[in-house]
């Protein structure tokens, strides 16, 4: 079944297929709905740019079926708002999530200072296609055909975005990630990533949707 994916601001998305809806990381940055009418929600790690509560809760209301897959960090926080309908996962773990297949891959989230304590963080590879790291350049280590880029962050430069796609070796690159980036400096990482990263990359508005196949 073909998957659609739908960029929303930052770093979540919405993958839909077969009439059913899981969206990734709908946190502060993200539109007030961005995970409103999702079946499954995965969350990536606790920073409030990846996590909001308000928005998880906006979305569980609006479907009473809806659940949500995360790591302890942010489980630990909203299990008691949302009673059984929280799962808690770790690097390795594989799961159903509402016919979505889900593999879970990571650990720490990139280094921002070494006087910054890490934290946890998690990526998702969802249905053996379309790969979401979080705050992380991780390798799943299998073959990756849409990667989701997180191509500007306080934790990383372009140059190790640039090695970060030549090492998954995705078949396409869409950016995520990216509410911090100024308009005008799209076009230098749009060269540079496109010229140097040795795949097929792109970027989506926020609410344009792509075909994935």
């Not at 077969?18 to 990381?25: A, F, K, N």
């Not at 308000?54 to 630990?76: F, G, H, K």
């Not at 790969?131 to 055909?145: E, M, N, Q, S, Y």
């Not at 962050?153 to 970060?164: F, L, R, S």
Request: glycine fraction near 8%; aromatic fraction near 6%; hydrophobic fraction near 40%.
């Amino acid at each position: 079944m073909e998957l659609e994916l739908t960029k929303k601001t930052h770093s979540c998305v919405r993958l839909a297929k077969d009439g059913r809806t899981l969206v990734i990381d709908p946190g502060g940055f993200s539109e007030q709905d961005a995970a409103v009418g999702a079946d499954a929600i995965l969350i990536t790690h606790e920073h409030p740019d990846h996590f909001a509560e308000d928005r998880l809760r906006a979305a569980m209301e609006a479907n009473p079926a809806a659940e949500i897959w995360t790591l302890a960090s942010v489980a630990e926080q909203i299990s008691a708002a949302f009673p059984g309908r929280v799962h808690t996962v770790g690097e390795g773990d594989a799961f159903t999530a509402a016919g979505f297949e889900v593999e879970v891959h990571g650990q720490l989230h990139a280094v921002i200072h070494p006087d910054i304590p890490r934290i946890t963080n998690v990526g998702y590879f969802v249905d053996g296609s379309v790969f979401h790291p979080g705050d992380a350049l991780t390798v799943p280590g299998r073959p990756v055909d849409t990667l989701l880029l997180p191509v500007h962050a306080p934790w990383n430069k372009v140059a190790e975005v640039i090695d970060y796609v030549r090492e998954v070796k995705p078949r396409h690159a869409i950016d995520i990630h990216d509410s911090l980036l100024q308009e005008h400096a799209r076009p230098i990482y749009d060269r540079m990533i496109g010229q140097l990263g040795g795949t097929d990359h792109g970027r989506l508005a926020p609410g344009q949707a792509a075909a994935l196949g």
